[in-house]
């Protein structure tokens, strides 16, 4: 009914598909910190709403961090 939801496929695109290293890097890394297990098959619909929404709220938190010392860094 909404796409290919839960299949493995994406249904959005990175602005720089060079960062996909980084970003998964991202993500197991803010997964160890708050307890959530990545599932080996992408497949998330095992996982409550807090566990995903709390994953993807804290890399949220770190990229905005990140983006915020780089400008800083910048005059």
Do not use: C, F, H, W
């Amino acid at each position: 009914m909404y796409g290919s939801q839960g299949s493995g496929s994406r249904s959005n695109n990175l602005v720089v598909p060079q960062a996909t290293a980084a970003l998964q890097q991202l993500k197991i890394e803010a997964a160890q910190e708050l307890g959530v297990t990545i599932p080996q098959d992408g497949y998330y619909g095992n996982y409550t709403s807090r566990e995903t929404g709390s994953l993807g709220g804290y890399i949220t938190k770190r990229l905005v961090q990140i983006a915020e010392q780089q400008l800083s860094g910048r005059s």
